[in-house]
T-cell receptor, first 118, second 114 residues
Framework: AQSVTQPDIHITVSEGASLELRCNYSYGATPYLFWYVQSPGQGLQLLLKYFSGDTLVQGIKGFEAEFKRSQSSFNLRKPSVHWSDAAEYFCAVGAIVMIYNQGGKLIFGQGTELSVKP | NAGVTQTPKFQVLKTGQSMTLQCAQDMNHNSMYWYRQDPGMGLRLIYYSASEGTTDKGEVPNGYNVSRLNKREFSLRLESAAPSQTSVYFC?????????????FGPGTRLTVT
């Protein structure tokens, strides 16, 4: 069965420190992978996505993620965290159905809440 | 360009009451989705519409119905609300020209059923 696991429910880091949020997936084929961020009381915003090609992808707000097929992982990183990065982060896998002019279903992880200490 | 809009933002219902959550997108996307978000459970797909005129069940469809009114609008109806339907509901859209796989989300509707 397709699934996404984010092992860390809650992470606290100090401002200026580096960050890595973990994401592991179970999928039967090459996945399409996404990271979204949700600020309190807001909808989800796309941070970055991986479809194919270079396994290190850059996103908005200084985030990057690396796709490691051998480890079934797509971890999110940021070299230096800012207080405004405090939010909930969701990893998602795209279902294989991909039809021209249509989107596809996504499977979301449970989310990781990030707190930032001053 | 407003993206994905949802109404209402907040709603309180009594058990057994009905209501419709509205969603509209102005990005000319073909596919639209309804999710619910509960603490510790991520987002779970309720229903989706791959294209105008089609709807399909997602992971948790029981107690809900949907209507794809036109290409822009996709509504979610609770016929007889139950406390277990207390949640935050998000609408999303994707699939424009070519394959646009990422989904764009609305701001959400916070629903409480007492």
């Amino acid at each position: 069965a397709q699934s996404v696991t984010q092992p860390d429910i809650h992470i606290t880091v100090s401002e200026g420190a580096s960050l890595e949020l973990r994401c592991n997936y179970s999928y039967g084929a090459t996945p399409y992978l996404f990271w979204y961020v949700q600020s309190p009381g807001q909808g989800l915003q796309l941070l970055l996505k991986y479809f194919s090609g270079d396994t290190l992808v850059q996103g908005i707000k200084g985030f990057e993620a690396e796709f490691k097929r051998s480890q079934s992982s797509f971890n999110l990183r940021k070299p230096s965290v800012h207080w405004s990065d405090a939010a909930e982060y969701f990893c998602a896998v795209g279902a294989i159905v991909m039809i021209y002019n249509q989107g596809g279903k996504l499977i979301f992880g449970q989310g990781t809440e990030l707190s930032v200490k001053p | 360009n407003a993206g994905v809009t949802q109404t209402p933002k907040f709603q309180v219902l009594k058990t057994g009451q009905s209501m419709t959550l509205q969603c509209a997108q102005d990005m000319n996307h073909n596919s639209m989705y309804w999710y619910r978000q509960d603490p510790g459970m991520g987002l779970r797909l309720i229903y989706y519409s791959a294209s105008e005129g089609t709807t399909d069940k997602g992971e948790v469809p029981n107690g809900y119905n949907v209507s794809r009114l036109n290409k822009r609008e996709f509504s979610l109806r609770l016929e007889s609300a139950a406390p277990s339907q207390t949640s935050v509901y998000f609408c999303a859209s994707s699939g424009g020209q070519g394959v646009t796989y990422e989904q764009y989300f609305g701001p959400g509707t916070r629903l409480t059923v007492t």
